[in-house]
């Protein structure tokens, strides 16, 4: 039996085994409907989703959990006047696993084997700290973050003591971020950008479980006096692609190209600490050896650079029940210039947050981000209204804009108004 | 150089000084422990948000060690489930399920309705403010001693604290909370005390915004259990579990 199959088996009969003992169940179903605020004018996503989650403790040293999420946008379906048929295939359905583990605690340490997610770092948005799972970004980054992580088999060790935690993890099957298809609102416009021509992008989801694909990586993280500060390395495959041109392409009219990820080193810190109110983040990565796609005419390549990125981010002190963030990233790339590049070399940005929780648990939340580098913009409102006590309605808008050079103008046509209706179950 | 240092450790001791009194102090202390028993020690809270007619109900489970270290989980509604707040000495961090990390915050950030974390995490008043009397003054509920609490560093979540407390038993009765201007944020009536854990301890408190006094919050104080947890309980790291 493949290591893979029998994490799923044991998940699934300690969390099944176990259940006279102590277990539980979460479970959400989401229903979405988005409208464009622009051309190409309609409905932008008909979408639905579920989440169900069961865990079972054996008190007081197992844990045994297994869930699954999956979702499905009709939208590309339903509007074959706006969206290519592919899209259908590629980026419309989804099933995973979602926490399927078995975690094995004992006081200071534990360990956890299975489908899981291992967030580091707390930055708005671009934390480049979080860059253990892999992403799904086919629908843009609108959800929760818990959701947008893709799931993957890993071995995660802890060691927790009472300022001090040590971290290991084994990786044994990389897996890649989901990006959105050619035609996709969300999608680079391949299209326009090369004259034209059809574009359709293989996919490499995952690379094969085996010791040589293996990624690893370990962190340290310590409370001293007030100061929160973490120190990281993670050797992986470069969760984003670069591409190359599949032997089918038939120049200048269709275009394939296939995904490729190639080997990385992150290394990394974050530092958070309250003055008083005023709370401040920092983060920082450095990745080594990163492939960047390049276009030159209707030539694809790719360059080799270091990519360091940091984050500082401030909390303002709560003003009339308003908390506030200002954050300021910036992602670029070392070495000589790069013709060609895919994205602007050089991305700084601005990012404003307010919110507020209302009486009665009405949540309010908007995201104002702007790139300094290439003056494109992303506006996001949430608005949460709680409809009962297993309920939600969440009101939301994201608003893309700015030059059609700038990586927000670019997926301007994605801005997009929505409502989601959200119940929770629970046994 | 020196005469500077010496101008700024009087301009630093002397407001502090004449702040606190060993008496104020006392009374705080003995009002304290109707509040938080002095043992490790995990209590179900109950929060009912209540504007006009409407009334909103959250349910949280506290533990909490030394007074310093607390560790908030919400059961109840089931759309806030799995939240939790966890602090460690005056450090705060959030941990949400759809966030599914921790994210440090503020006190003074709010929790729910008209409570504000810190009115949940932190119960221990003595170790938080200077006390002060500034006189007696007689309540519906009794015969009370009025108290001046001021922050004694910038991590608490009220700037200074008006407090009653009854003379004959030093039980709590009521505060007003100040912000940083002077301004009354919102007062707290401590209005149910039952043996819990062998002594009396506060069980029902009423929270009302200044401003618009229909923004009420009651909060319930059930389950009293005494326990025994290690330091890594109450790790940051552990709040993903």
New interface residues.
Partial sequence: MKPKRLVLALAVVASQATAKLRYNY?ATADARVAEHTGDPYGLASERIDIRFQQNATVAPHW?GAFGFSAWNDFIYASRPDVYDHSLVENDSLDVRPRNVYV?F?A??F?LTAGYQ?V?W??ALGTSYA?LVNPRDYRDGGIG????I?LQIPMVNA?L???NV?I?GLYLPQPFFNLLPSPGNDFAFPYSTVLNGASVRITRQESLPWAASNAEYGARL?A?LG?W?LSAFFLNDYDRDPSYRLDPSTILPSQIVVDEVHTRVRNYGFTL?N?F??F?L?LEGVMTEDRRFPTIIGQTLSSAERNNPAYVIGL?L??WH?F?STIQWSRNFITGDPVSGLLRTPDQSLLLARVSR?L???HELELIESYSTTDRGSRSQLNYMI?T?????LRLGGEIFAGPFSSDFGKIERASRVYVLY?Y???G | MKSLVALFTCLAVFPIASRADSKGADWVVKADKFRSPDVDYSIKVKVV?I?GS?K???IFNVASKDNRLTLVEQI???????RKLLM?????WLYS??????????F???L??EVSNGDLMRTNFAQDYDAKVTGNETLPEGKTVKLHLTAK???VTYNSIDYWVNESNARPVKAVFYALSGKPLKTANYLEFKVQLGSPRLTKVQITDALQKT?QSVMYYASFKKEKF???YF????L??
């Fill in positions: 979460d844990v975690r605690d006081n200071r534990s997610q967030v770092g707390e979080d929760d973050p818990s959701d992580r802890k927790v003591f009472e935690t971290q993280s409370l007030s929160d958070t309250d008083g109110g709370l983040r909390d002190p709560t029940g908390n929780t009486f009665l648990d709680p009962s006590k297993k309920s939600e959200r929770h179950f629970h | 948000d504007d409407d909103r109900e959250n109840a509604p089931e759309r806030q489930r799995g460690r000495d005056h450090d705060l399920p759809n966030v599914s990390r921790p994210t440090r915050i503020s003074e950030q709010k729910t309705g560093n910038k991590d923004h290690d330091d890594t790790s940051k790291e552990s993903s579990k």
